[in-house]
């Protein structure tokens, strides 16, 4: 059953530490999206991948890193430098002619 | 001013009843329209594109309105599983690969159908 996979589904991150997301997906896609979530506001983009071993930053990468070694997988870590990191990560792929199909997110909160 | 704006809601509605919301985007060069759905506390998922001479989707029909820089949805007959928040999004570039990035995502109009 092809789909995106993002665990875990709830993380907590102590200060000055950094931590990953996972987003795997078995779809072929080869654009690649991680976005955030915060109450009462639209999806920001935080990276986008459209091949292997690129990506760009989105509206709001500050704080954050990505990396696209492999089709399937677009790991994002928060690192400590991301002040404000409380929010709903959702990932989401595209083949580039239907629109994007999210994964079921992760809730990151601060301990 | 934000790209795309809804009414954030909520909109109470009986089931039966017919219900209508819009939403305003202020780039005039956006190109593709999209409703989505959300759950609380769930992933959005695509409810239904938008197209320029309207279409429907079962109960749920959808408007676009290039003059006045809005879309609309309709949801007929509500059903309680319809509730649930309507998530707006519009893209600003044509149907390339690059273009799904761009996204711009209304923060979306809550729909509360009651019995």
């Known amino acids: 059953d092809g789909g995106i996979t993002q665990s875990p589904k709830y993380l907590f991150r102590k200060e000055g530490q950094n931590v990953t997301l996972s987003c795997e997906q078995n779809l072929n896609h080869d654009a690649m999206y991680w976005y955030r979530q915060d109450p009462g506001q639209g999806l920001r983009l935080i990276y986008y991948?459209?091949?292997?071993?690129?990506?760009q930053k989105g509206d709001i990468a500050e704080g954050y890193s990505v990396s696209r070694e492999k089709k399937e997988s677009f790991p994002l870590t928060v690192t400590s430098a991301q002040k404000n990191p409380t929010a709903f990560y959702l990932c989401?792929?595209?083949?580039?002619?239907?629109?994007?199909?999210f994964g079921d997110g992760t809730r990151l909160s601060i301990l | 001013r934000k790209e795309v704006e809804q009414d954030p809601g909520p909109f109470n509605v009986p089931e039966g009843a017919t219900v209508a919301f819009n939403c305003t985007y202020s780039n005039s060069a956006s190109q593709s329209f999209f409703w989505y759905r959300q759950d609380c506390r769930k992933e959005p998922k695509l409810l239904m594109s938008?197209?320029?001479s309207g279409n429907e989707d079962g109960r749920f029909t959808a408007q676009l309105n290039r003059a006045s820089q809005y879309i609309s949805l309709l949801i007929r007959d509500s059903k309680l599983s319809d509730s649930a928040t309507y998530l707006c999004?519009?893209?600003?570039?044509?149907?390339?690969?690059?273009?799904?990035?761009?996204?711009?995502f209304g923060a979306g109009t809550q729909v509360v159908v009651t019995p």
């Open positions: 938008v197209y320029s």
């Open positions: 991948s459209q091949i292997v071993n690129d990506f």
């Open positions: 999004v519009v893209t600003s570039e044509g149907m390339t690969t690059d273009s799904w990035g761009k996204l711009q």
């Open positions: 989401a792929s595209t083949d580039g002619v239907q629109p994007q199909h």
